[in-house]
Nanobody, 124 residues
Framework: QVQLVESGGGLVQAGGSLRLSCAAS????????MGWFRQAPGKERDFVAA????????YYADSVKGRFTISRDNAKNAGYLQMNSLKPEDTAVYYC?????????????????WGQGTQVTVSS
């Protein structure tokens, strides 16, 4: 079992930046791919970014390409999502997720473990 806990959300003005963290416990993250998803009120949970278990590949939703960067630090057993040039439409609850030996996954049902989410609110 892997437990994931997100942090770093908050209120920021449009154009600002936030860095989300995803702390893992229970298992070493080094063999897990990680993803970030977001869910706005009344909407489905959407893919944001993912990184393969071996750090070889990263994937981004078109809406965040060039603004968000996913990374991980296996020594700290944590993953991160650096979000720059934030827009009001980025407002959502952000979730991190993990799956062992994940190489590429953009669907919610492809991940086995989820955090509880952290709220990001971008004001205009």
């Amino acid at each position: 079992q892997v437990q994931l806990v997100e942090s770093g959300g908050g209120l920021v003005q449009a154009g600002g930046s936030l860095r989300l963290s995803c702390a893992a416990s229970g298992r070493a993250l080094s063999s897990y791919g990680m993803g970030w998803f977001r869910q706005a009120p009344g909407k489905e949970r959407d893919f944001v970014a993912a990184i393969s278990w071996n750090n070889v590949r990263t994937y981004y939703a078109d809406s965040v390409k060039g603004r968000f960067t996913i990374s991980r630090d296996n020594a700290k057993n944590a993953g991160y999502l650096q979000m720059n040039s934030l827009k009001p439409e980025d407002t959502a609850v952000y979730y991190c997720a993990a799956k062992r030996f994940l190489t590429q996954a953009t669907r919610v049902d492809e991940y086995d473990y989820w955090g509880q989410g952290t709220q990001v609110t971008v004001s205009s």
